[in-house]
């Protein structure tokens, strides 16, 4: 009885995990190989990035809304964001990890790349919708704080999104952050490569922070 049972118990786990996990993996190594443009979202839910250093050419941020799933504590389904953009971006000890149940407790899915410091993960046209962001430095250089969303010029603006062309934006040349925790609900890019990647599903709740 109890040998039939975990049977069926690992049955069904693996119908649950195998084919998120496969997908996932055969996603991130495709995107370690510079092979794909990448896009992050993750049904409506947020998800975790950490970097130990950002540097980024062509910096904008701008406020956009996300069209989502209607929920008891969203009936609007929409998700006011912060876009942070970059023309290319080198990255350090990045992070990423999302938290999802399973019949059998939660469960974390988490991404490393880019820990050895002379081989960065690199990515260009790269956009992070955020709802929170914090770092322990943040250096602008030529920074223009105030204008337009329809008036940038120094960075990139999404093209799939919408946004307030007469919207409050700011811009720089280039951007520096360190120690960097960012509570997102998408990440797009045209070319992401993870140098060093690792993929690990682990029990609980053992996001990048």
């Known amino acids: 009885m109890s040998q039939t049972f975990g049977k069926t118990r690992w049955k069904r786990f693996a119908v649950v995990m195998v084919p998120t996990i496969a997908a996932t993996a055969a996603v991130g190594v495709s995107i ?24 980024g050419d062509g910096f904008t ?31 350090n000890s990045l992070c990423q990890s999302v938290d999802f149940p399973t019949p059998f407790g939660a469960y974390t899915l988490t991404i490393h790349a880019g820990d050895d410091a002379s081989n ?32 940038i010029t120094k960075g990139p603006v999404n093209p799939d999104q919408q946004t307030n062309p007469g919207g409050f934006a700011q811009e720089a040349d280039s951007a520096d952050l360190t120690g960097v925790q960012q509570t997102a609900w998408a990440t797009s890019a045209g070319t992401f490569s993870l140098n060093g990647m690792h993929l690990s599903l682990d029990s609980g709740s053992t996001g990048c922070f």
Do not use: C, E, R, W
């Open 32 to 55: 370690a190989q510079g092979a794909l443009a990448a896009s992050f979202s993750v049904s409506g839910q947020q998800f975790k990035v950490s970097a130990g250093k950002l540097h």
């Open 61 to 91: 941020q701008y406020g956009t809304v996300l069209t989502g799933t209607k929920t008891p504590s969203n009936p609007t389904g929409y998700d006011p964001v912060a876009v942070s953009g970059f023309n290319s971006a080198t990255i």
């Open 120 to 151: 960065p993960v690199k990515a260009t046209s790269l956009f992070i919708d955020m709802a929170d962001l914090k770092a322990q430095t943040a250096t602008f250089n030529g920074i223009n704080i105030g204008v337009a969303t329809g008036a």
